[in-house]
Nanobody
Framework: QVQLVESGGGLVQAGDSLRLSCLAS??????MGWFRQAPGKEREFVAAVYSGGSTYYADSVKGRFTISRDNARKMVYLQMDSLEPEDTAVYYCAADTFTSNRYWGQGTQVTVSS
């Protein structure tokens, strides 16, 4: 069973930075990514990194967030800069296999105060 464990969430002020981390129990994924879900809203895509290194971002975070992966450590990171109150959400790590199965982490809360 694949396990994804997020860490790094917390309470920060607008303009601050946070780095989220996701540790995977195995490392053979086509894509690693981050999603988020704010109260009363649907879960939305934030960023993804493919096995070949290509990265993709939601327009709302482009230029502020950076996704990266460390294959040796089986980790994927989300560096979040210039945080805004609208970034407040539970952030989930996700992993897609080459057979199109998706796994989710348990989520980590990010709260940005104004």
């Amino acid at each position: 069973q694949v396990q994804l464990v997020e860490s790094g969430g917390g309470l920060v002020q607008a303009g601050d930075s946070l780095r989220l981390s996701c540790l995977a129990s195995e490392w053979n994924f086509r894509t690693m990514g981050w999603f988020r879900q704010a109260p009363g809203k649907e879960r939305e895509f934030v960023a993804a990194v493919y096995s070949g290194g290509s990265t993709y971002y939601a327009d709302s975070v482009k230029g502020r967030f950076t996704i990266s992966r460390d294959n040796a450590r089986k980790m994927v990171y989300l560096q979040m800069d210039s945080l805004e109150p609208e970034d407040t959400a539970v952030y989930y790590c996700a992993a897609d296999t080459f057979t199109s199965n998706r796994y989710w982490g348990q989520g980590t809360q990010v709260t940005v105060s104004s």
